[in-house]
C-alpha cells in the first residue's frame, strides 16, 4: 500500500492506518511517500473551501478534478 505524507501529522496518522492494516493481514506492507513541500500546507478541505468561493485550484489539482469539483459545487 502506498500512502503519502504532507507533514509529520500526517505520519501519526498513517502509522496508524499502516499498524490496523497489518493485524488484519501481516502481509500487507506500506510505503510512505512525502509529498513536495509546495504541497505540505494543502489539504482537500482547502481545495473544496477555495473552489466554494469560485477561486481558482486548477494550478492545485488536475483538470478534471478541478472542473469536476466545481461542477459538484454548482448543484449545491
Not at 28 to 33: Q, S
Request: proline share 1%.
Amino acid at each position: 500500500m502506498i500512502r503519502s505524507m504532507r507533514s509529520g501529522d500526517d505520519f501519526v496518522y498513517e502509522a496508524g492506518i499502516a499498524a490496523v492494516n497489518k493485524v488484519l493481514d501481516d502481509d500487507i506492507e506500506t510505503i510512505f511517500l512525502l509529498a513536495d513541500s509546495k504541497y505540505a500546507n494543502i489539504s482537500s478541505s482547502m481545495i473544496k473551501e477555495v473552489a466554494k468561493f469560485n477561486g481558482n485550484i486548477s494550478h492545485l489539482v488536475p483538470q478534471a478534478v478541478a472542473t469536476e469539483l466545481t461542477k459538484r459545487l454548482r448543484k449545491d
